[in-house]
């Protein structure tokens, strides 16, 4: 796939160019959906699957104090759509200056002038222009003019829920992690560098990979049954987010994941990895002893063992 950053960086023409255009947060299924359809059309037309989305996210330059966390920032969001089989991501920068473009000069100078877009697919609540004043029919009737088709991708519903990024944002803060799973069509991921912690997961004989996060939705504070991957390789494991009361009052000091990894004894401190969540095991909780940690700990990962990674599809 390639990956274009700024529109001013799109040397070249691109080959019939079948868009979708939005923020993609999640890269839900219904998001995966559009895309579906983009590349459809693509291959019908011999051209190229383009995806245009914006950074920083509109919310973060237009009302900041309101943004919330985001599923996917822009590194996983990009891998994501790699992974969804797109040709080519234009990453287009958003400013205030770019928020005052109007929906027909944004048609007109982006879509038509720079990128050369022959057919553009968007979801049916896609807004764009200054002010938000765009929307689908807006987008149709001024494609319309340039000879441009626009496709417009209907609600996709899950077990009678609208699949939504606020929704699974809603759902991922509950803990609901499973559910989540759902509408996303994959576990909910988290991308960090190993970093060095207290290091009391050696005493307790669970050694943990502390994650180093930027940026990130976190679960509800508990203990899940993970999947952690690295370099490629899945291993099964148990994370808990949170403030460990044990050690340290809640609330005190930024929240951490902490990852306990199966049947795993490599150093990767420095390195990379990705933690899934797969399933919510029990609040964080505060212990009077050690021993009691330790004992509660053993429990977890026999249940783990028992009740989610006996019984998940391979990966």
Not at 21 to 39: A, Y
Not at 175 to 193: D, T
Request: aromatic share 8%; charged share 25%.
């Amino acid at each position: 796939m390639e990956t274009i950053f700024g529109i001013d960086r799109l040397l070249r023409r691109l080959v019939n160019p079948v868009v979708t255009l939005g923020n993609f947060d999640g890269i839900h299924l219904g998001h995966q959906k559009i895309f579906e359809r983009v590349r459809t059309e693509a291959s019908t037309m011999g051209g190229e699957s383009v995806v245009i989305t914006f950074e920083p996210h509109p919310l973060k330059v237009l009302s900041p104090r309101s943004c919330p966390p985001f599923l996917t920032p822009l590194r996983k969001k990009i891998l994501l759509i790699e992974q969804a089989g797109m040709d080519v991501v234009l990453c287009i920068e958003f400013t205030k200056a770019f928020s005052e473009i109007s929906p027909f000069d944004f048609v007109k100078n982006i879509l038509v002038e720079r990128v050369g877009a022959r057919k553009v697919i968007v979801g049916y609540n896609y807004h764009f222009g200054k002010n938000k004043k765009g929307n689908p029919q807006t987008l149709k009737q001024i494609g319309g003019l340039f000879n441009i088709q626009v496709e417009i991708i209907g609600p996709l519903s899950i077990e009678g829920t609208t699949v939504s990024s606020s929704k699974i944002r809603e759902l991922i803060k509950k803990g609901q992690v499973e559910k989540a799973s759902k509408l996303l069509g994959r576990h909910y991921p988290i991308l960090g560098k190993v970093i060095e912690g207290a290091k009391r997961g050696h005493l307790l004989g669970f050694p943990t990979a502390n994650l180093e996060i930027c940026d990130e939705l976190y679960p509800l504070p508990g203990v899940y049954a993970v999947e952690a991957l690295w370099k490629g390789q899945p291993f099964n494991g148990l994370a808990n987010v949170g403030w460990n009361p044990t050690f340290q009052t809640e609330g005190e000091g930024k929240i951490s994941l902490e990852v306990y990894i199966l049947d795993f004894n490599e150093d990767i401190y420095g390195e990379e990895i990705q933690v899934d969540f797969i399933r919510r095991i029990r609040n964080e909780a505060r212990f009077d002893s050690i021993a009691q940690l330790i004992t509660q700990i053993q429990k977890d990962v026999e249940w783990a063992q028992e009740n989610v990674f006996k019984t998940k599809a391979p990966s």
